[in-house]
């Protein structure tokens, strides 16, 4: 009985072992295939042109119209975003820090945001575009994602202000400063590390989301040069490049691939380094 | 001196009322952000609603939208395979590895293990599709369905299935995680002490306390991988039949709505049917999300 229970364990440690290492090695694997598959396809061509005639027939051309239309398109939303989330976060851990009741009601609508499907975000875009008569457009794309992204920096945000200390608060109100100042002077310079995190982490959201620019920001070959032309998006192009019969083009899919798990994998050490490096700026208690 | 200093509280008090109203707006914007998408969304579903009954829509599988039949419940029983699938993998292999950070491992595996999580929760799905199609659907048509002794051209519910897996195993693993932190020690320490091994302590303390914690991450996890879209896309094989076993191709709900867009505007009532099938997307989502969250709080609250 006794040698029983020991045995359940070692095999049930062993398992457990095993399931985290396929964890990490599911990580491995994806990046191993898109790195081994899309290395060799890349080349300055792909990374510095944009499409020509015949580009989705295996000719001349790059992707350049896609990564400079995820640049605007994320950009450009988690800027808005921003403009909305970080206010919404410091009003909750500020001005409603007394009203705990309050403050977990909206977190839970918040949460319940986060977890709303971005083809649904992008669908809900579409519909309010036809109903205004706008047709695909950075603008539009760039307000789908905004929305679709506010919960998730409202969240990470709203995360990190959590952890300030309530003694700050107490202490900067009573030397008589308004409880905005508190909250953009004190909250914000106490939280920095982390609100960088939480925008990179949203900005990462951004740039690889397809299906809620699908619609909205639709794609083009050019790339655009106002807020009212349709763009190109990385995600899509790696979809749309995907979906052809010839191998060259599914080739470049690859590569495409690989630019955009570089530049997320970028901006995930980005936001460890930054995080790290603002942390020493906070008051310590 | 006087003056200078009244203007200057009056400005302060200004920017305060003008920075306060901005993070009013702003807050009131987030919350009624939902609303407008459901009232949005069910008047743009209106039009077919007015024609057919909820159920008749719900619960036919005959999908012919050049003649007007726009029934969904391929998609549903689609969605709901993968979905299910996917959680039958993923979830079990998040509570042994749960289990095994937060009991077993070494600091430093949970140093390693931290940014992988990050990581494999940052990567766009369309990565996730690249990746199915270049090794999970090979894998499946040449290694599993042979195995099982079956036919398959690799783009089924199974494929989806897996890479939605994957994709999902960050967000479970990561509240299960803080569900196991939040157990208080003393409770493993009681079970100790009366002679009980580290494992039976696991398992009939840590686990059992755990248990509603447990069941909404797999909640989470479900609401997640229901409205995954172009990744389940890309492998699936979006085939419209209603399908009856892992290795055949099928056709949810997101990918339905995501390939249709191009066409939907030149047949009558075929964009209230896609804004329908967002709807049900939304509730399904918004349902399972809700009730998991319910249950974590009062988790969070009893211990």
Redo the contacts between chains.
């Keep these: 009985m006794s040698d029983f229970r020991f045995i359940e364990e070692k095999i049930f440690r062993v398992i457990m072992f095993i399931s985290t290492a396929v964890i990490a090695l599911a990580l491995l694997l994806i990046l191993a295939s898109i790195l081994y598959k899309g290395l060799p396809a890349i080349s300055w061509e792909m990374l510095s042109q944009t499409p020509s005639g015949g580009f989705y027939f295996g000719k001349h051309g790059g992707i350049l119209n896609a990564i400079i239309g995820s640049a605007y398109l994320s950009i450009g939303a988690t800027a808005l975003a921003f403009c909305v989330g970080l206010p919404v976060a410091l009003y909750m851990n500020v001005h409603l820090a007394k009203r705990k009741k309050l403050i977990n009601m909206i977190r839970f609508f918040l949460d319940l945001l986060w977890g709303v499907p971005s083809i649904v975000y992008g669908a809900f875009g579409f519909g309010i575009m036809i109903f205004l008569g706008i047709r695909t457009s950075l603008l539009a794309g760039i307000v789908t994602v905004t929305i679709f992204i506010i919960p998730i920096m409202v969240r990470g945000m709203d995360e990190v202000l959590k952890t300030v200390p309530r003694g700050l608060l107490e202490a900067s109100l009573s030397l008589g400063s308004t409880k905005s100042e508190t909250a953009y002077r004190v909250f914000f310079k106490q939280g920095f590390a982390g609100l960088i995190t939480a925008f990179l982490l949203s900005f990462g959201r951004a740039i690889g989301d397809a299906a809620s620019v699908l619609f909205t920001a639709g794609y083009t070959d050019s790339i655009p040069t106002s807020l009212m032309q349709p763009t190109a998006t990385l995600p899509l192009s790696i979809f749309f490049q995907l979906s052809s019969p010839i191998e060259e083009v599914r080739v470049r899919a690859y590569a495409s691939a690989v630019v955009l798990t570089l530049f997320i994998l970028f901006i995930s050490l980005l936001s460890r380094y930054t995080s790290k490096r603002y942390q020493k700026n906070k008051i310590q208690f | 001196m006087k003056l200078n200093f009244k203007f200057f509280t009056i400005k302060?008090?200004l920017?305060?009322k003008l920075?306060?109203s901005?993070?009013?707006i702003?807050?009131s914007?987030?919350?009624i952000?939902?609303l407008v998408?459901g009232i949005?969304?069910i008047y743009?579903s209106g039009p077919l609603l007015r024609e057919n009954s909820l159920s008749s829509l719900l619960f036919s599988s005959d999908w012919r939208p050049m003649s007007g039949h726009f029934g969904l419940l391929t998609f549903i029983v689609s969605s709901v395979w993968v979905t299910v699938l996917a959680l039958l993998i993923a979830g079990?292999?998040?509570l042994?590895?749960s289990?095994?950070?937060t009991q077993?491992?070494q600091p430093y595996?949970l140093k390693?293990?931290h940014?992988?999580?990050?990581?494999?929760a940052?990567?766009?799905?369309?990565?996730?599709?690249?990746?199915g199609?270049?090794?999970i659907v090979p894998f499946v048509s040449h290694d599993l369905a042979p195995f099982f002794g079956m036919q398959s051209s690799g783009y089924c519910l199974l494929s989806g299935a897996i890479v939605l897996a994957?994709m999902i195993?960050p967000f479970i693993?990561n509240i299960l995680i803080e569900v196991f932190k939040t157990i208080p020690n003393e409770l493993s320490e009681a079970s100790l002490s009366l002679g009980a091994?580290?494992?039976?302590t696991i398992k009939f303390v840590l686990v059992k306390k755990a248990f509603p914690g447990i069941i909404s991450a797999f909640g989470?996890g479900i609401?997640?991988a229901?409205?995954?879209?172009?990744a389940v896309l890309?492998v699936t094989g979006n085939v419209t039949k209603i399908p009856t076993g892992a290795f055949q191709s099928g056709y949810p709900l997101?990918a339905l709505?995501?390939n249709n867009?191009g066409e939907m505007l030149s047949i009558p009532l075929y964009?209230s049917a896609?804004?329908l099938s967002?709807l049900v997307?939304?509730v399904i989502?918004?349902i399972f999300?809700?009730l998991s969250?319910?249950f974590i709080?009062r988790v969070e609250k009893n211990t």
């Design positions: 302060r008090h920017r305060d920075a306060n901005w993070m009013l702003c807050l914007f987030v919350i952000m939902p998408i949005g969304l743009k079990p292999i998040c042994l590895s289990i095994h950070l077993y491992a595996v390693i293990m940014p992988v999580i990050d990581i494999l940052g990567i766009p799905s369309v990565i996730y599709g690249v990746w199609i270049l090794l994957i195993i693993l091994t580290k494992w039976q989470l609401s997640r229901f409205g995954e879209t172009i890309m997101p709505i995501a867009y964009d896609l804004m967002a997307l939304f989502v918004l999300n809700g969250r319910i709080m």
